[in-house]
């Protein structure tokens, strides 16, 4: 099981889902079911903020459904993040989520031989057993850079300054907050993908990877 932790926009998932490709393992992008939590609060007319509504919403995912839940393209505006960072802080909510993140890693779906898992707390709180962990990091302004070209592919009209802005308060929030702060477990390995694109990011992570487990490409 490989464990992959960052901040937003590192790249985690990009290199998340192309490391479960080459491995033959599942993946699970866990920021997904934060942003569940985050848009049925607001669907319903709540605040992410408010503690009570977000545990309601966490306890209300059944692992039957989630995995349609988390194919909501909805999920991927920036204001579901921010909402998804906000009842992420929530104790009860991290609490709601954590068996069907354990499970999925323990028992990946779809026959696969093992499962990639990445988010904030993977290698410290949701896997700490994980046979690799990764954390994968870059500059803010690199970060903020990747997602104003993303939101701008998506014919989304945004400004520079103001994803930097998000991004700063997202990641004020995820590493300073009292539960399962964003941080790399003492064992991780460290990965800067300020200047390395994801085709380079992906061999850095392959290497860690087959040192420390001998696991090697699914093709291979
Ligand atoms: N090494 C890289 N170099 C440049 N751009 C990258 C790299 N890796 C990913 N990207 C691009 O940066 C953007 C953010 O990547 P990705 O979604 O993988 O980040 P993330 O850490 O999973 O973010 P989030 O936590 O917000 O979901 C995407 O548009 C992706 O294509
Ligand atoms: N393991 C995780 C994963 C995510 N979060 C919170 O969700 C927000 C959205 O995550 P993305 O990866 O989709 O950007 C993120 O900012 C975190 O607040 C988390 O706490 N733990």
Partial sequence: MVAIDGPAASGKGTLARRL?????????DTGSLYRAVGLAVIRGGGDPGD?????????ALHPETTPRVLADPALRGDEI???????????AVREALLAFQRDFASNPPGGA??????????????CPGADAKLFVTASVEARAERRLKELRDRGITVIYAAVLEDMRERDARDSQRAVAPLKPAADAFLLDTSSLNADQALDAAISFISSKTGLSDHCA
Avoid at 51 to 58: L, N, R, Y
Avoid at 81 to 91: D, F, G, I
Wanted: hydrophobic share 60%.
């Fill in 20 to 28: 479960a490709d080459r491995l033959g393992f599942a993946h699970l």
């Fill in 51 to 59: 503690a009570a509504a977000a545990t309601a919403a966490a306890r």
């Fill in 81 to 91: 993040a921010a909402a998804a960072s906000k009842v992420a802080v929530v104790p």
């Fill in 113 to 126: 031989r093992g499962a990639v898992l990445d988010g904030r707390d993977i290698g410290t709180i949701v």
